[in-house]
């Protein structure tokens, strides 16, 4: 169904909503610092920022250093995904420690998402890579606490949003979800990294940017850790799309956590190069996905001779809050005589959801029942009422 352009309009509006406090950006968060990367392994197989650390001779992290005994079989029983088969989230810890892990696969919730977005290729793994970060980027947050991450491009792709919480829970959306085939970093351009954390007891959200120095989406969100929040990690992301079909889609980080010694730094550093030669591609870890590697592997590929111990694991999947109420509140952020020209040329105030692309439609009357018992202001979540 074609929608008209004031219905867009609505949809944008919408948008809003749904988005909550996206567009709070400070200029004073855009990093001055760049970083570059001259190889495919920087940022995902190297630490781009070091922390910088007291002697853990003298410090008190040699005092209170962790010593924990390897896993064992039966204690990693419950996270075996045989051949890949089902999405999930595991996290890790090395046994000192030094070093956190996680990783993830969300093959499925891909294909579910090109379905109801009807994404061609190049979308798709714009889409998906975001998808990836952000939930890979929310793990171990509160559960009711978001991260928001937007590639904000001048690309024929316009903009990819990925929303992600801390119990696994994702959406997001591309500007154009049409795109012809090219290489994703044609298709984004250039433009800013855009981070958003929220919490609903926060006053104000956490908003940082960054430049997009390779438009792959992981390597420029992993050098806005890097610049932005001077996070020691390696982060990867990549997908295996084959026309209509999402055959791998996953990722990886791999964080320096307080005390990392490094001896510690450089045996994973060393680790994940042996990881990049097991996947054998260019879009590391697709490779090792594809071949039905699995989130437990890479993470004790990444902790080889550091003692792996398993903290959480999640199963992610697609949401969205969207709803009847939230369309309404985005037309009652028009003028009144505005609404009721759309009402006079369409006969209804429709529009669609850029998440789930689930539509919605309002009668005239139905739309003026609503005006005659709404009150508060419908632009702020706890003055809205009905």
């Known amino acids: 169904m074609k ?12 948008q809003f909503f749904l988005l909550r406090s996206s567009a709070a950006f400070s200029p004073m968060n855009l990093a001055r610092r760049s970083l570059s990367s001259k190889s495919f392994e920087q940022g995902r197989t190297k630490f781009l920022f070091q922390k910088e650390s007291p002697s853990l001779s003298s410090s008190l992290a040699s005092k209170t250093k962790l010593s924990m005994a390897a896993a ?27 070093i956190k892990v996680t990783a993830c696969t969300i093959r499925n919730l891909v294909n579910d998402v090109m379905i109801q977005q009807s994404l061609t290729a190049t979308p798709a793994d714009a889409l998906a890579r975001s998808m990836v970060c952000s939930l890979l980027l929310s793990n171990g947050m509160q559960a009711e606490q978001t991260f928001q991450l937007t590639m904000a491009c001048d690309g024929p792709i316009r903009s990819v949003v990925a929303i992600a919480d801390g119990v696994g829970q994702v959406r997001g959306f591309v500007g154009n979800p049409s795109l012809g085939e090219m290489h994703i970093s044609e298709a984004i351009g250039k433009g800013t990294v855009q981070i958003v954390k929220m919490h609903p007891d926060w006053p ?8 997009i120095e390779h438009g792959d989406v992981d ?27 999402c055959t791998a889609a996953g990722g990886y980080i791999v964080e320096q956590l307080p005390g990392c ?15 990049a030669e097991k996947d054998g591609t260019n879009t590391l870890p697709a490779g090792i996905l594809l071949n ?56 209804q105030i429709e529009a669609r959801c850029d998440f789930c692309a689930k539509e ?11 005006f005659a018992t709404a009150s508060g202001d419908p632009a702020l979540d706890d003055d809205f009422k009905e």
Not at 72 to 96: A, M, R, V, Y
Not at 219 to 244: F, H, K, P
Not at 330 to 344: F, G, M, N, S, T
């Open 3 to 14: 929608l008209s352009p004031a219905s867009v309009a609505i949809g944008i509006m919408m």
């Open 360 to 370: 919605y439609r309002m009668s005239p009357d139905d739309v003026r029942e609503r």
């Open 219 to 245: 390597r420029d969100v992993g050098i806005y850790l890097a610049n932005s929040e001077q996070r020691a990690c390696a982060l990867a992301a990549s997908t295996q799309i084959n026309g209509i079909l």
């Open 292 to 347: 039905g590697g699995s989130p437990l592997d890479i993470c004790g590929t990444v902790l080889e001779k550091l003692d792996m111990k398993p903290l959480q694991q999640i199963a992610p999947r697609l949401t969205c809050d969207c709803s009847e109420e939230r369309l309404f509140r985005a037309v009652r952020l028009l003028p009144k005589e505005d609404v009721e020209k759309i009402l006079a040329n369409e006969e």
């Open 72 to 98: 064992t079989d039966e204690e990693l029983e419950p996270f075996i995904n045989k051949n890949n088969l089902d999405d999930q989230i595991f996290s890790c810890i090395s046994g000192n420690g030094e």
């Open 204 to 211: 104000t959200p956490y908003n940082g940017v960054t430049a």
């Open 261 to 275: 010694s490094p001896e510690t730094s450089a045996q994973v550093e060393q680790n994940l190069a042996n990881l």
